[in-house]
């Protein structure tokens, strides 16, 4: 079986190839790839070539295949784990294993590590160690995007669980936000702040009294607040803000004064900035958790950080970047229970369009980039559908306008219908 994918062969060196795929073992499985979110890890990936933590040695000659936010349908499974999965069944993939024996160690991740399994194909092979590591997940839900999201919502479930606390007088850590506490999420509107902010407002378990969103962009603090309103936010018992900062000749003090002084429980910082991170640290309660979520593409990032709070008002700092496989099965869980991912994504794009958006990612304004593997389409903004001219965006743009402006299943189902169309 022949596919169609995209692989790193060295530092910003993406090629799209059509290549035979070996024969699939008897611990295998065989499955065709629907959709791949793109990530800004793979742009980091792709940038740092085989300096990455993640992508093996010898990829000069022995290329991988990108794309960690992937799903489809499994076509062929190897005997050894036909007792768990079978043909047909539709599938996310928690891609950071872990897994000692893979090509890159420890790190190894489809989409990173391997030369016939990562999302930006057609087809793919799944090595055995995805399913000893029990990273193969079935989806159960309505079309296949969702389930390509399920892994970047699993990163902020997972940056909510990392939040903790210290009981007074004790060592011993509380894991998880304060349930009725105050939580800010600052510089909280790009797609991971907005699938952060989805996840907090559909949470049954726990939630914030208090939860303030800033950022220093009107125009997505406005998407932001007409997709997750303040109105549906009070009806959950929380008190939602969003607040542009850009202005503020105080922020800290503004922020602090929303909080009735106390300050914020938790606060997590979507952008790698100093300034973000120094005022994450100036609106901490006491014993309050930083927790810094969007990774620094460069080594040596520093930040100011108060150690008298530190050591007076313990105020303390954690790191998440990704979610763990209960997070991922999590995400697929709130999602069939009515959490709807969709306003992650702003732009819908084919295969063809995979190299010069992942080269060029931080440029590239709006939320999740969504690739469906086996269309030929220019990425396209889900705004830019109506100006394109031509019969298939014209109908993407009335079941997009439909739904709120946003993409859904029913346009994921029209798209893979007419996506021959698209070269008329």
């Given at each position: 079986?022949k596919t169609k994918?995209?692989r790193?062969?060295?530092?910003?060196?993406?090629?799209l190839?059509?290549?035979?795929?070996?024969?699939?073992r008897?611990?295998?499985?065989?499955?065709?790839?629907?959709?791949d979110?793109?990530?800004?890890s793979s742009?980091k990936?792709?940038?740092?070539?085989?300096d990455?933590k993640r992508?093996?040695s010898?990829?000069?000659?022995?290329?991988?295949?990108?794309?960690h936010?992937?799903?489809?349908?499994?076509?062929?499974?190897?005997?050894?784990?036909?007792?768990?999965f079978?043909?047909?069944?539709k599938?996310s993939?928690?891609?950071?294993?872990?897994?000692?024996?893979?090509p890159?160690?420890?790190?190894?991740?489809?989409?990173?590590?391997?030369?016939?399994a990562?999302?930006d194909?057609t087809?793919?092979i799944?090595?055995?160690e995805?399913?000893?590591?029990?990273?193969?997940?079935?989806?159960?839900?309505p079309?296949?995007?969702?389930?390509?999201?399920?892994?970047?919502?699993?990163?902020?479930?997972?940056?909510?669980?990392?939040?903790?606390?210290?009981?007074?007088?004790?060592y011993?850590?509380?894991m998880?936000?304060?349930?009725g506490?105050c939580?800010?999420?600052?510089?909280?509107?790009?797609?991971m702040?907005?699938?952060?902010?989805?996840?907090v407002l559909?949470r049954e378990?726990?939630?914030?009294?208090?939860?303030?969103?800033?950022?220093?962009?009107?125009?997505?603090?406005?998407?932001?607040?007409?997709l997750?309103?303040?109105?549906?936010a009070?009806?959950?018992?929380?008190?939602l803000?969003?607040v542009d900062?850009s202005?503020?000749?105080?922020p800290?003090?503004?922020?602090?004064r929303?909080?009735?002084g106390?300050?914020?429980?938790e606060?997590?910082?979507?952008?790698?900035?100093p300034?973000?991170v120094?005022?994450?640290?100036d609106?901490?309660a006491r014993?309050g958790?930083?927790?810094?979520?969007?990774?620094?593409?460069?080594?040596?990032f520093?930040?100011?950080?108060n150690f008298?709070?530190?050591?007076?008002?313990?105020?303390h700092?954690?790191?998440?970047s990704?979610g763990?496989t209960?997070d991922?099965?999590e995400?697929l869980?709130?999602m069939g229970?009515?959490?709807?991912?969709?306003?992650m994504v702003?732009?819908?794009?084919?295969?063809n369009?995979?190299?010069?958006?992942?080269?060029?990612?931080?440029?590239i304004?709006?939320?999740?980039?969504?690739?469906y593997?086996h269309?030929?389409?220019?990425?396209?903004?889900?705004?830019?559908?109506?100006?394109?001219?031509k019969?298939?965006?014209d109908?993407?743009?009335?079941?997009?306008?439909?739904?709120n402006s946003?993409w859904?299943v029913?346009?994921?189902?029209?798209?893979l219908a007419?996506?021959?169309?698209l070269q008329?």
């Amino acid at each position: 079986m022949k596919t169609k994918a995209v692989r790193l062969y060295g530092k910003a060196d993406l090629r799209l190839e059509e290549f035979e795929l070996p024969q699939m073992r008897d611990d295998e499985i065989f499955a065709r790839v629907v959709t791949d979110s793109l990530c800004m890890s793979s742009y980091k990936a792709v940038h740092l070539g085989e300096d990455h933590k993640r992508v093996p040695s010898g990829i000069a000659s022995n290329p991988v295949i990108i794309g960690h936010e992937f799903s489809g349908e499994i076509l062929e499974v190897g005997g050894k784990w036909q007792h768990k999965f079978r043909k047909g069944d539709k599938f996310s993939i928690q891609p950071a294993m872990c897994y000692s024996d893979g090509p890159a160690g420890l790190m190894s991740a489809p989409g990173y590590s391997y030369p016939f399994a990562g999302g930006d194909a057609t087809y793919v092979i799944i090595p055995n160690e995805v399913m000893e590591m029990d990273c193969l997940l079935t989806y159960r839900g309505p079309g296949f995007f969702p389930a390509s999201l399920a892994e970047p919502l699993s990163c902020v479930i997972g940056a909510m669980h990392a939040c903790y606390h210290v009981a007074p007088g004790t060592y011993r850590h509380e894991m998880e936000i304060r349930d009725g506490g105050c939580l800010a999420l600052l510089a909280g509107v790009g797609p991971m702040g907005l699938a952060c902010i989805n996840y907090v407002l559909h949470r049954e378990d726990r939630r914030p009294a208090l939860f303030v969103v800033t950022d220093i962009n009107r125009e997505r603090l406005e998407r932001a607040a007409q997709l997750y309103t303040t109105e549906f936010a009070a009806s959950r018992g929380i008190e939602l803000h969003y607040v542009d900062t850009s202005g503020m000749a105080n922020p800290a003090a503004e922020l602090r004064r929303l909080s009735g002084g106390s300050g914020y429980d938790e606060v997590v910082v979507m952008a790698p900035v100093p300034s973000v991170v120094e005022q994450a640290d100036d609106i901490l309660a006491r014993d309050g958790c930083l927790n810094f979520f969007s990774g620094p593409a460069e080594s040596p990032f520093k930040a100011p950080f108060n150690f008298y709070n530190v050591h007076y008002a313990s105020t303390h700092v954690v790191g998440t970047s990704g979610g763990n496989t209960e997070d991922m099965k999590e995400a697929l869980d709130i999602m069939g229970r009515g959490l709807d991912p969709a306003g992650m994504v702003t732009h819908v794009g084919g295969l063809n369009s995979v190299i010069d958006t992942t080269l060029n990612l931080p440029s590239i304004p709006g939320g999740k980039k969504l690739i469906y593997t086996h269309v030929d389409m220019p990425l396209t903004a889900i705004a830019d559908f109506g100006k394109v001219g031509k019969p298939v965006y014209d109908a993407l743009d009335a079941i997009c306008k439909a739904h709120n402006s946003l993409w859904s299943v029913e346009a994921e189902e029209y798209l893979l219908a007419h996506a021959r169309e698209l070269q008329a």
